[in-house]
């Protein structure tokens, strides 16, 4: 087992290798390609594709060491029953969740806009959490999944910060365990969030967790 120290804020934290696992969350071309859910919203899909490299070379660094990679993807069933009315008559998108789009119906498990971008896809021994909320802990397994590896720790990346890393930081930091979040390795339409998001969870002596970048943890890798 291997312990690290990743220089963060508020404060360097210590983390066992083996019980800390990365979650990737919800880097689906639907969110960062155009054509997709967020390009419906009227956001420009070009502001998230900055997170893709400093994922993927901590993506890089942490299967080579064998830790546990976890990816998650936001959508709903083909009848849109796990979707609630509320989602997706919400706002005025040009295309609305389950509506037919370049890439396939919009937020559909199995269509290809829900799917991973292939930068970063999930090797055949990677779990996929499919999630229809923002969260990944609602209405999934990943609680389990974590137990059963005996998980304390949390490496929190992907889009968008504000949204759902924000909210699977806030979920994890209450059933106990600790999350570091490099910074760089997240995204948002609107950089004001990032940054706001990035500070909430810092704040007050780390309220939710740790905030740190892709360097700082390839660095405590390397060392």
Same mark, same amino acid.
């Given at each position: $087992?291997?312990?690290? %120290?990743?220089?963060?804020?508020? #404060? ?6 083996? =019980? *800390? ?5 919800? $880097? ?16 420009? %899909? ?5 997170? %893709? #490299? /400093?994922? =993927? ?9 064998? $830790? ?15 979707? &609630?009315?509320? =989602? %997706? #008559?919400? !706002?005025? /998108? ?7 789009? /370049? $890439? ?7 269509? /290809?806009?829900?799917? @991973? @971008?292939? +930068?970063?896809? &999930?090797?055949?021994? #990677?779990?996929?959490?499919? =999630?229809?909320?923002? !969260? ?21 990346? !992907? ?14 930091? +209450?059933? !106990? ?34 905030? *740190?970048?892709?360097?700082? @943890? ?6």
């Amino acid at each position: $087992m291997s312990t690290l %120290v990743i220089a963060a804020e508020p #404060e360097p934290i210590m983390i066992e290798t083996e =019980k *800390t696992a990365v979650v990737i969350i919800d $880097m689906q071309r639907d969110f960062l390609e155009p054509g997709g859910f967020g390009a419906s919203l009227g956001n420009d %899909v070009a502001l998230l594709s900055r997170a %893709v #490299e /400093p994922c =993927k070379r901590l993506l890089d660094a942490v299967r080579a060491q064998g $830790m546990l990679v976890i990816h998650t993807r936001e959508g709903h069933l083909p009848d849109l029953s796990d979707a &609630p009315r509320a =989602k %997706v #008559e919400r !706002g005025a /998108p040009s295309l609305r969740i389950g509506q037919p789009g /370049p $890439m396939g119906r919009i937020l559909i498990r199995g269509e /290809p806009g829900h799917d @991973i @971008i292939p +930068d970063l896809y &999930p090797k055949a021994d #990677e779990p996929v959490i499919d =999630k229809p909320g923002k !969260g990944a802990f609602y209405a999934t397994e990943l609680h389990s999944l974590l137990q059963r590896h005996a998980i304390e720790n949390l490496v929190v990346c !992907g889009v968008t910060t504000e949204v759902c890393v924000h909210t699977t930081v806030r979920e994890a930091n +209450d059933r !106990g365990y600790r999350c570091l979040v490099p910074g760089d390795c997240c995204g948002s339409y609107i950089p004001a969030f990032h940054d706001a998001g990035l500070g909430m969870i810092k704040a007050q002596g780390g309220i939710f967790g740790w905030v *740190t970048d892709s360097a700082a @943890i390839l660095s405590g890798l390397h060392r």
